[in-house]
């Protein structure tokens, strides 16, 4: 079974401030250690790692070593792998951007951080567009809406990403309060950025229908979403399929229902394309991929679409990949993960844990996925 890949951040001085009266960590953590303060970061860490005690075989931790996560997975006998060095000393801002510019690399499909508001501005600053993350509660003063209610719920949460839930991305925004004014009794807070933060997702209730979702309705408001977002110069790559066959024609297109398709300024340029044929119109020319899953089986790619081969995924970029699907179809692989077989071992490999899909107007969940 393959391993789901989580980052983990640890800001060991977060929430110092808070006992001691200093309305905040930041610049006076090592005036709080000096006043006895005890660090509590990591203990309400281990209150969200406990949630995935259980599913430890299906998980791997990326973290950096000591007190920034490397003790405390070693003490809790998670698997994990460390990277880069940690200075003496307490651990700096610095530290946590180095830190998530590696975890990124490595692949990780989610970064869990634990700290304030001063560790999100840290994050935000140097995260990619689109790198799903969600912070464990540990600042004196959290203003930002990328946390967690709690460090249990982010526990859960992730949990639940594991299992094969549907959990939906969303932005969150970024906030900080200016310490140093707040010492003097001025309270200023300011907008930092957004960062992309997984929230439980959930089937569709207000949709009139009992609570289930309409497979018709969903396509339409894709459909519109898409139209909206047409990037132009780009080539849009659509996939065989009931799903997108319906987006497409909610666009007004003729595409077919069991071929591959492309489309550029919002019209087919190429129908029911070869796989030299869809080379030929993607290398070198920004692309974006749509495909979606089989229903109950979870393939996206390798079943029906072999056009659709490793040197055309190489020639998009597995990250301009987007998988479409209705939660009622997520719903009926029963949390089992999406699966890709392109014939090409390393390829599958080279795969995140988990893709994004595109489940609803401006809605995009994140859904496991293994090779």
Not at 137 to 149: F, H, L, M
Not at 184 to 189: W, Y
Not at 333 to 359: E, I, T, Y
Request: net charge negative; hydrophobic share 45%.
């Amino acid at each position: 079974m393959s391993r789901f890949h989580i980052g983990l951040i640890i800001n060991p001085l977060a929430g110092l401030g808070g006992p001691a009266a200093l309305k905040g960590s930041d610049g006076v953590a090592e005036r709080a250690l000096a006043l006895g303060v005890e660090p509590k970061s990591a203990q309400r860490t281990r209150t969200a790692l406990e949630s995935l005690l259980a599913l430890q075989e299906r998980v791997e931790f990326v973290s950096y070593p000591g007190a920034m996560g490397g003790d405390l997975l070693a003490q809790m006998g998670f698997s994990y792998r460390l990277l880069g060095d940690l200075a003496e000393g307490v651990s700096r801002a610095e530290d946590t951007r180095r830190a998530v510019i590696q975890l990124q690399e490595a692949g990780v499909a989610l970064i869990l951080f634990a700290g304030g508001d001063g560790t999100a501005r840290d994050i935000c600053a140097v995260v990619r567009d689109g790198q799903p993350v969600l912070g464990i509660p540990a600042g004196v003063k959290i203003q930002s809406g990328v946390y967690a209610i709690s460090p249990r719920a982010a526990g859960e949460l992730t949990a639940r990403l594991v299992e094969g839930g549907l959990v939906r991305l969303a932005s969150g925004e970024v906030r900080d309060i200016d310490e140093a004014a707040l010492r003097d009794g001025r309270v200023t807070a300011r907008w930092y950025g957004e960062l992309c933060v997984p929230q439980e997702g959930g089937y569709v209730q207000a949709v009139k229908q009992g609570g289930v979702e309409s497979e018709e309705l969903v396509l339409a408001d894709l459909a519109a979403w898409l139209e909206s977002e047409w990037e132009p110069g780009v080539r849009y790559v659509f996939g065989p399929g009931s799903t997108l066959h319906g987006l497409a024609q909610n666009l007004g297109l003729d595409t077919t229902l069991l071929g591959v398709d492309v489309i550029e300024a919002g019209r087919v340029i190429a129908r029911d394309v070869t796989e030299v044929e869809l080379f030929a119109l993607v290398e070198g020319h920004p692309s974006y991929l749509l495909v979606t899953a089989i229903g109950g089986q979870g393939h996206i790619i390798g079943r029906g679409n072999q056009q659709i081969s490793p040197r055309v995924l190489r020639a998009v970029g597995l990250e301009r990949l987007r998988v479409v699907a209705t939660k009622r179809k997520l719903g009926t692989l029963d949390g089992r993960p999406l699966l890709v077989d392109s014939g090409d071992v390393s390829l599958d490999d080279a795969f995140p844990d988990a893709v994004k899909v595109w489940a609803g107007y401006k809605e995009e969940l994140l859904y496991p996925l293994s090779g």
